[in-house]
């Protein structure tokens, strides 16, 4: 689905892991890659400057990605020096990055607002499609089910659809990535088309039911016209819960969601479906930044 990538890490996300997974992650179509870590600034004294012996440091730790490389694929190092947004840009223009994979804790909204991200900062320099990944998990995985899920990181989509500009929008994103995927790297879809009940007395009409139905088998079709393998579901009640229960059931390898509209700081924070799964689910969200 996405031929380069970048891969950034600060050591205490787990991403650092992925080093060992060069031809895994070559299993999922990716054709370049690049390791990125920003040490920190050496602070002591009254003027910050940077580190070197960090730089090595972490040079040295990001370099087992160059022991086995497959034919046809590059792997490089990036390590700067300050803060991450600053460096990050220019590595983006540079190699045209495809996709970029952040691990990023889960938070509450209130958390999110005090503290900020770097998934925040960086959604809003690139128009890339983020793939946020839970240090909870790759850090306890064993290597193993780590190798595994190298190799399956969109192979099998979950897709919350309502017909909303941004359910469109994530949809055109997925279908242009897909017509240039890399044999089976993305082999299979699930849309979910959830409709909210706002009481428990609330009675649904069965005509939305149908309605939603009506649109989510067009949107199959637009999907399986790419060779795709696709399941369409409507349910009913909480779409957040829903959601999250169907990854469960459907045994899938990360939801798709997206934003339409140009991106803030505001727009992550405030409630919604798409910011609510971005900060809570357990599953790998695969995001698409606005167009810039």
Known sequence: MFQRCLICTEFSDGLDRLVK??????????QQIIFYHSAPLW???????????????????LSEALR??????????????????????????????????????????????????????????TSAPILILRPELISTYRE???DLRCQHLWRYLLIPY????????C?????????????????????LWVIEEVGRTEVIPE?????????????????????LEVEAEVRRGNPVHEILQAGVNFDISAIAIGYDYPFSLISWTVPSIASDLLRSSWFPVLFFSPQK
Do not use: M, W
């Not at 309502?162 to 929008?169: E, G, H, I, L, P």
């Open 68 to 125: 086995i490389i497959p034919k046809g694929v590059e792997v490089k190092i990036e390590v700067s020096s300050g803060d991450p947004v600053d460096s990050i840009p220019r590595i983006l223009a540079t190699h045209q990055i495809d996709v970029v994979i952040l691990g990023t804790t889960i938070r509450s909204l209130l958390e999110e607002k005090i503290f900020g991200s770097t998934s925040t900062k960086i959604a809003k320099l």
């Open 207 to 227: 005509q939305k039911v149908k309605d939603a139905k009506e649109k989510l088998n067009s949107v199959k079709a637009e999907l399986e016209a790419l060779d």
């Open 43 to 61: 602070e002591e004294g009254e003027v910050a400057r940077i580190d070197k012996d960090k730089i090595n440091e972490a040079k040295q730790k």
């Open 162 to 169: 309502n017909d909303s500009k941004a359910a469109r929008y």
């Open 21 to 30: 997974f060069v031809p895994s992650l070559a299993k999922s179509g990716l």
């Open 144 to 146: 193993e089910e780590l």
């Open 171 to 191: 949809l055109d994103r997925i279908k242009h990535y897909a017509k240039s995927r890399a044999g089976n790297s993305f082999s299979k879809c699930l849309l």
